[in-house]
């Protein structure tokens, strides 16, 4: 008797104590030969303490568990199961001597079990019926194996079942107790969701089951969630209609060509022409690509298919009349088979929502995928429910609704959390989504989420993703060479991507003004269709056709920017609208969002046009998408008095601006009249509003200085951080005007000071990061002796005598010049 290969591995190592398995038919020759050759005492009862070298055949399961208990040992046994002993197909064919149709009929259910070896060894050449394990040499092999007389009749029992359960055990009426001593004494073998007799001995012992018992145990089997033993038993049983509708409810198309073809074969011909059967073979003709022939099988099929299983055989149906391009026959399927509920009604309403957004019939599949989740969330099927959120995701996304994709992506994360790589693309396209709302923090925040988990799963196939959503926020933040570079990386072999990828790129050619290298990467993403269409408008085609397909198809994010591209009244009017309903914040941030704040005649409509001001570095205006610095401004004392006014926050004296501003003016008035004239040119739009002898600004404002108030009030260092970081040492303050304003100058570089020292106090007092804030401290005030006394305390801290030397001189000079002498 040879040894299996695992077991040959295991024994490889030469172990000094090794337990054989309880389990019967495992070939104890085979092992106590290895034990004789390798030294090892063998016996039968627990070994003695004393004995170092053993191999121990333990008659019950319960003297290895009551050995163990009572000998603990540094070193473990090896502990030998069944399994462990079980010949490969190729040990099996070679034991056989190399026949190999008589091996892979034997192996097929012999499992290399090795008990079964001699039986087949005797039968070969012989002739034996393909029923061997009934011919009456399997008795003399077979017999001394059974268990002991009083437990014989509830072992041949349990013989029907290839799988012993307690559920199976009660329809058998077999005791907890006799199933227990059966395992108890290795005749039963312990496999996943319960117990199992050698094949062989089981078909032995039950050759030709009863088929209405057989279906009483299947039921049984089938409800516990065994269903391929439950298949198993009743082919056995020649329970052909029960076989046939639970085969037909169990596999798929998917289940590939050669396991239909293994079930089909297997049928009596009687049986090959029922509409069960029918079904079936469709599903063989659908996974082979024959698809009119699959239509046809299952429409033979459906008239004779019983309630449970008509809507698996239409939902089939409609999947292959929509790739038909039947659409009306395949949603009359579909509303047919989602009617069922359960399972089969989820896949049925997800593959009718799949269809209808193709027909561009966006709102019906809204309510058809509402159903799928309702139909897999009550079936507990997190997968496909996470499936078809994500698809409903990608629908709003896709008509523009993207407030209103964040639920469903948000609600995919929840249900995905053990699925590192589905979880981080769910990241990244709610990342995706929030860019285009305008939400930078929190697309940041997705996208750092998804490079965690790329990071700590090794993830392939996201990082191309995340470039682009990073190239994304780069466009909007107005660094469209940083995108290109984003966008010009590998992009990896997903087509999806590459077009993806290509389309966005074509974008940010055209923003810098590279046309002909916009033109060829738009050609790398027609496949994108609308979209694409679009970007081919923006570069000079006719927006007409995007607008018609763009409302065709219920687009309304590409709707409102063709609409803002071709710019007439009546357009500019609709994108407006949509962009307030929708929140579509980056169109507001375009290089054409200029055009829409002519329409924002009232204070509601203006507050979507922020005049937004950086103050901490050079001078930078943003209004409507277009940014003006300070050379861009007619007059250096125009520029001024925009930033005076936005900064004051309320509306100013014209008397007292222009002589702020104008004093030697002849006429202060009709110089401060001029700047606005001027700013209103500048920006084309009215901008300063005067009324009762006092100018107001017609529009909200953001500045940097405001958010760093903000932040110095909540004591919030992330954000300081952020404001404080902009350039590589501490910001300077209005440089370019700072003659002109000197009061904003003196308040702002005095709330700058408050700032970096707030954020140097919240640093660990050993971080780097505290150290290169107390110098960014310095830096904006030389003069700062606690900041200098306190960075000299944090090298001492460092054991840096040295530069805490350099440091505490620069003090002393210092203090000396100011008169102080060497205090400190």
Known sequence: MPLSARLQALLASSPARVIAPVDIGTGPEALQAWAEEHGRTVTCGPPPAELERWLWFPRKRGEVVAWAETNPTAESPLVLTGADTLLDAEAWRAALGGNGRWAAKTYALARGWPAALPLARGLTGRGAAEEWYRHPLAAVALTPLLPPEALRSAYRALALSPLVTPGVASVLEITPETVEALAEGGWLWPVPGGWEIPGVLRRHLC??????????????????????????????????????????????ATAGTDLLRASLRVLPPYWRERPEALYLAGLLARASGDLPRAEDLYTRALPGLPPTLAPLAANARGVVRAMRGNASGALADFEAASCAGGLTGGEAAHNRATLLVQLGRHAEAERSLDDAIAAFREAGDLRREARSLETLGALQFGRGLLAEALTPYEHVLRLQAEQPQETALTHVNLAEVHALLGDVGAARGHLEQARDLISRFGLAGVEGWMGRVQALLALHAGLPAVARDLLTAEAGGDPALQAETALLLARTQRELGEAEAASEALAQARSLGLRADLEAALQGGDPGEVIAAAREEDARLELATALLHRGTPGDLEEALSLIRTHGYRTLLESPAAHRLVEHAGDEATRTLFPLTLRVLGPLRVTHAGRTWRSENFPTRKSAALLVALALSGRSQPREGLAERFWPGAKNPLASLQTAVYHLRTTFGVNLISSARGRLTLTFPVQSDLGRLQDALSSRDPDQLATLLRQDAGPPAVLPDLSSELHEEREFAERLLHDALQVYADAQPGGSLERRDALRQLIAADPLNITARSDLVEWHLAQGDAESAGQERARMEDILRELGEGGRG
Do not use: F, I, M, S
Request: aromatic residues 2%; glycine residues 10%; hydrophobic residues 45%.
């Open 207 to 252: 050759p030709l089951p009863d088929p209405a018992q057989a279906g009483r145990v299947a039921d049984e089997l089938h409800r516990g969630g065994h269903t391929l033993a439950a298949l198993t038993l009743l082919r056995e049983a020649g329970a052909w209609k029960a076989h046939l509708t639970l085969l037909a409810g169990h596999l798929r």
